[in-house]
């Protein structure tokens, strides 16, 4: 198992960019990852997930605006979001799973066993 740290959230205005780091205390290779979030009166709701490959998934609202990726060799996921709207603000978190190639998780909490801390982004405007 690996531990997950977030770190990158801020407050900014609307229409603005923060880019999210997780850093995992292991190698992530043979993880599959992902962002979730969850906002003071909502459900945790997936934002984006990776598979080990590279290959992503969004949720709707999302798309065109936030990017995941991984960078193995840092043992590091990124969410770079950008264009953001009030609607986004919420806690983020980091997951991972060890998952099989080619594996695609879905924006499911259940895809996940192992979960960070959080970190807070407040969009306001």
């Known amino acids: 198992q690996v531990q997950l740290t977030e770190s990158g959230g801020d407050s900014v205005q609307a229409s603005g960019s923060l880019r999210l780091s997780c850093a995992a205390s292991?190698?992530?290779?043979?993880?599959?990852m992902g962002w979730f979030r969850q906002g003071t009166e909502s459900e945790r709701e997936g934002v984006a997930t990776i598979g080990r490959e590279g290959a992503t998934m969004y949720r709707d609202s999302v798309k065109g605006r936030f990017t995941i990726s991984r960078d193995n060799a840092k043992n590091t996921l990124y969410l770079q979001m950008n264009n953001l709207e009030p609607e986004d603000s919420a806690k983020y978190y980091c997951?991972?799973?060890?998952?099989?190639?080619?594996?695609?998780?879905?924006?499911?909490?259940?895809?996940?066993?192992?979960w960070g801390q959080g970190t807070q982004v407040t969009v306001s405007g």
């Open positions: 997951s991972a799973r060890l998952c099989p190639p080619m594996r695609v998780p879905i924006l499911s909490s259940r895809e996940f066993d192992q």
């Open positions: 292991g190698n992530i290779d043979e993880y599959c």
